[in-house]
Every structure is written in C-alpha cells, then in structure tokens.
C-alpha cells in the first residue's frame, strides 16, 4: 500500500500563475481533504471531496478549486496567486464513514 | 465556529520524562479527536483516532484520551525519547476538520 501520495513536491510559481496539485489517496479511501499550512500553523481546511462532488469548503476563496476523479484522485487548483499562497499544501485521505484521516507528504508552494 | 487551542507552544523536556500535551476546542458536537504527529517540511502522521463516542486510546507509549463535555483531549507519552522531537498537532472532526497550532516537543538527551 503506497499510502497517500501528492505531485510535485516543490513548486515555485510566479505571482498571478495557475497551479494544479494533485493528490492520490490511500487505497480503499474515498474521500479527499485539501488543507493549506502556512510556516508555523496548524494545516488550514481547504474542502473535501467525495463522490467527485465538493462536499465541505472552508474560509478560502474561489481561486482555490478542486476535482476528484472516478478512481477518487484529487485535484487542487489555486488561479492568480498571491505571495500569501507560499505554503505547504496537503491532502489527506479517508473513508466516509471512519473519517480518519491519512496525510501525504504534501507540496511546498513557493510564490515569487 | 471551531477553535482549538493547543498548550504549551513548545516544550523541551530531559529524556526519559513522562509529559502530557493539551488540546482544547470549543464545541463539543465532534466526530472524533485525532492526534498527529509532523517533523519539519513533512506531511502529518497520525498517532491516535478516538471516536466521539470513546474516552481513550492507547498505542505503545502513547495514551490520548477526550474529554467532549469539557472540550479537551490530553495526549500522554511516556518515557520521552529524542526520536519523539516533533511538533504534535490535534483535530477535531465536526461539519469541517479543524486543527490547532501543535506543540512543538524537544526531548533532550
């Protein structure tokens, strides 16, 4: 079991660029988390999918959109990027009806 | 709105010592309480799962226990190693998925 795994590892974009993460679950997950942590804080809730549907959102704003594919891959997309955006993003995985949640090793964003 | 509050910050204890981390959240309608653990640039291991339903868990060294009528959880390890340096971060599973800042341990040789 390869665990939770994300793409790329590191990432420097450009002020204003796009940016598509990607995220692929524990096996036998169904459910998809993206969550942001900034230098110093505890990881931010981004949303979840499931059933390739978001189902919760937190407090971010729609630059961040997601897709969750049929084989319950992830997808998340941050459009016009800010320098607050540098953070490192990462997904976790679980079951819907277990809900604990397994971490990969997530994706360092650097915005210049 | 969830808030968690983890105590202390930071904390460096002697190898060897027994030490309790503290987490506390503001509404007690959660799912369940997870413990974490995260070393530097790296992505979080889960220690311990306790359901809303449970009061303890217990792995190894480690014992979490939740308390949801007084919004607290207390992690418990003992007999501290350095390999346990690490910030120890919780969350708690409502409607949303809410963490706090992490305590971040440093067991001295």
């Known amino acids: 079991d390869a665990g939770v795994t994300q793409s790329p590892t590191h990432l420097i974009k450009t002020r204003g660029q796009q940016v598509t993460l990607r995220c692929s679950p524990k096996s036998g997950h169904d459910t998809v988390s993206w969550y942001q942590q900034a230098l110093g804080q505890g990881p931010q809730f981004i949303f979840q999918y499931y059933e390739e549907e978001e189902r919760q959102r937190g407090n971010f704003p729609d630059r961040f959109s997601g897709h969750q594919f049929p084989n319950y891959s992830s997808e998340l997309n941050v459009n016009a990027l800010l320098l607050g955006d540098s953070a490192l993003y990462l997904c976790a995985s679980s079951s819907l009806i277990i809900y604990e949640q397994y971490f990969g090793p997530g994706t360092r964003l650097t915005v210049t | 709105k969830q808030e968690v509050t983890q105590i202390p910050a930071a904390l460096s204890v002697p190898e060897g010592e027994n030490l309790v981390l503290n987490c506390s959240f503001t509404d007690s309608a959660i799912y369940n309480l997870q413990w974490f653990r995260q070393d530097p640039g790296k992505g979080l291991t889960s220690l311990l799962l306790i359901q809303s339903s449970q009061r303890e868990q217990t792995s190894g060294r480690l014992n979490a226990s939740l308390d949801k009528s007084s919004g607290r959880s207390t992690l418990y390890i003992a007999a501290s190693q350095p390999g346990d340096s690490a910030t120890y971060l919780c969350?708690?599973?409502?409607?949303?998925?809410?963490f706090g800042t992490g305590t971040s341990l440093t067991v001295i040789p």
């Open positions: 969350a708690a599973t409502g409607n949303q998925f809410y």
